[in-house]
Every structure is written in structure tokens, then in C-alpha cells.
């Protein structure tokens, strides 16, 4: 199984990892110092269960790796436009195109650019970052991806990246209700990302002071309302089954858009908050916390440089 994962980062850093530990054949698309640690030392997981790889394929250059069985995408959201053609090369006729990146909106751009049938839905969760160029840092023992067919049905080709996570160790699953669950990572990861970057701080604390629990709830609860809206099947409550989430997870838990608040990098605010409040509008619902964070953090979308 060939497998190009589109972004080396945190997410698809670990889990391109974990794939070629279970024996895929993974070509990572990488860049910068990262690429350059990476071609001259190979990828390094530090955390809970760590992993070094003396050696793995890694390219700026998705042409030179040629057509694959699965494109995995895990660019940050605001490098989607300028990644989608240079995946072309990548892409044949049975190629599978799975997006693991953040919110709902990001299979929208690949649906213009790619044949539908082609286009699997996915869901990452796991807590890590680019500690150093070459090195993943899990901060916390959670680790997932589902994935599964837009239509619900159990297809042969999500039976084999199945079998090909299981086999590297990743916690994964199969769904049949992909669709339910994007939103379901979206509804905590607007809270979390949220509240963790406008309060700069972990969710420990968060969660633990009234005031700031109330905030986080109440910006997941209007996440629920406009998924609900839009014909999501989320339950009425869902907000309040994802607080409990955030209780069980490590207390110095944050977000990658916390982490590129205070690296002065890029955020994804505009997709998170930002794309609540866009797909509220259109539905008529009110979003004013997340309208309220997402212009907080205008100022800071652009990066340091902006």
C-alpha cells in the first residue's frame, strides 16, 4: 500500500509514523527544516509510545513519488488551496483522498478539485506539535482516526487503510456515520482551540474556574445549534457530552492553534470560529461567542509577520 501523506506535522507527522511502522509504504511531503532533519535523520515520536525511524521518504516535490492507493491530507487548513494541485501527480484513477485536517469546511475545496467518488471523509484526534525540526511531541496518550464513506456504506478500500492503521498501532475505526462524526471533533475543537488561544492558556485551568467552563460550553452549544441547522445528526446535548470530554483529557492539554498563537504562526481561526459564524448566518442562527473569539484573534490570523 502506497500512502503520500500531505503534511508532516504533528498529525501527519505521528500518524504517517505509525503507517510505516505497520509496514505501508509512506511518503511523507514535508518542507523547510523539518524536511531537511527529517531526509538526514529520519522521524523521531517522543511522548507516551515513542518511535524512531532512522529512515523514511520524504520530498517537497509530491510529483517525484508519482500515483498512490491513499492521499492523506493533513496541511494546515489555509495551505489547502495551494496543495490541491500539487496532488495531482498523486492522484489516479483509484487513488483514495482522505482529509484528516481540522473543521467542516475543508472537503469543500476538495470536491471542486477532485471527482467525489474518489473522496473519503476522516477525523484526527491526537495532542501533538513539532517540538523540534525531525521530532513529534505527543503531549497526551490519545490517539485516533476514523474515516469512513460519505454515503455510509463499508467499502473494501476503507477495510484496507483499516487494516494498514491497525497494524501501526493507531486506535482507528471504520465508520459508517463520518459525516456526525467531523462535526462531533468540531464541536470540541472550536471550544478547545477557542478558548485555549483567546485565554492563552491549557484547558487545566479552563475547565476548573466556572466562569471559563461556562464560556467553553456555551461556544460548543452554539457549534451544536448550527449543526443542527444544517441537518447534522447531533444530539440537543452534545455540547454537554464533549464537556465531560474535556474533563477526562491531561490537564496541560492546548491546541496546534494555541501552540501557533505563540510561535507567531498562521491560525485556523477563520475556518474554526470563523467558519461556525459563516455557516450560522447562513441558517440564521446566532453565534456570538465565536463571532467574539474569532474577532479577538483577527489581529493574530495573519501570523507574527502579518
Not at 159 to 187: M, P, T, Y
Not at 255 to 266: K, Q
Request: one cysteine or more; a neutral charge.
Amino acid at each position: 500500500m502506497r500512502i503520500a501523506m500531505m503534511g508532516s506535522g504533528g498529525l501527519g507527522g505521528y500518524f504517517g509514523a505509525r503507517l510505516l511502522q505497520g509496514g505501508a509504504d509512506v511518503h511523507f511531503v514535508a518542507r523547510g527544516a523539518h524536511l531537511k532533519a527529517m531526509r538526514e535523520g529520519g522521524l523521531r515520536i517522543e511522548g507516551p509510545a515513542p518511535l524512531h525511524l532512522p529512515r523514511v521518504a520524504a520530498t517537497d516535490d509530491p510529483a517525484s513519488i508519482g500515483v498512490v492507493d491513499y492521499v492523506l491530507l493533513a496541511v494546515k487548513l489555509w495551505d489547502t488551496e495551494a496543495t490541491l494541485p500539487l496532488m495531482r501527480p498523486l492522484v489516479g484513477p483509484a487513488t483514495t483522498i482522505v482529509s484528516f485536517q481540522n473543521g467542516v469546511l475543508k472537503d469543500r475545496l476538495l470536491r471542486s478539485a477532485f471527482d467525489e467518488a474518489q473522496l473519503m471523509g476522516g477525523v484526527g484526534y491526537v495532542a501533538t506539535t513539532i517540538d523540534r525540526p525531525g521530532v513529534i511531541r505527543q503531549t497526551g496518550p490519545m490517539q485516533r482516526l476514523i474515516f469512513g464513506e460519505f454515503d455510509g456504506t463499508r467499502s473494501p478500500r476503507g477495510q484496507r487503510l483499516l487494516e494498514a492503521c491497525l497494524a501501526g498501532g493507531i486506535n482507528a475505526e471504520l465508520s459508517q456515520h463520518i459525516l456526525r462524526e467531523i462535526w462531533q471533533k468540531f464541536v470540541f475543537l472550536v471550544g478547545l482551540s477557542g478558548t485555549t488561544t483567546t485565554m492563552r492558556r491549557t484547558i487545566g485551568p479552563i475547565r476548573e474556574n466556572a466562569q471559563t467552563r461556562a464560556f467553553l460550553l456555551d461556544v460548543m452549544r452554539e457549534v451544536v445549534a448550527v449543526g443542527r441547522a444544517h441537518g447534522v445528526d447531533l444530539a440537543e446535548d452534545y455540547a454537554e457530552v464533549r464537556l465531560k470530554l474535556a474533563d477526562d483529557v491531561a490537564h496541560d492539554m492546548t491546541s496546534s492553534m494555541h501552540h501557533d498563537l505563540e510561535r507567531g504562526n498562521r491560525l485556523e481561526v477563520p475556518w474554526l470560529a470563523g467558519g461556525v459564524v459563516e455557516l450560522g448566518r447562513q441558517k440564521g442562527v446566532p453565534t456570538p461567542l465565536n463571532r467574539a473569539i474569532a474577532d479577538i484573534l483577527a489581529l493574530h490570523a495573519g501570523g507574527a509577520r502579518a
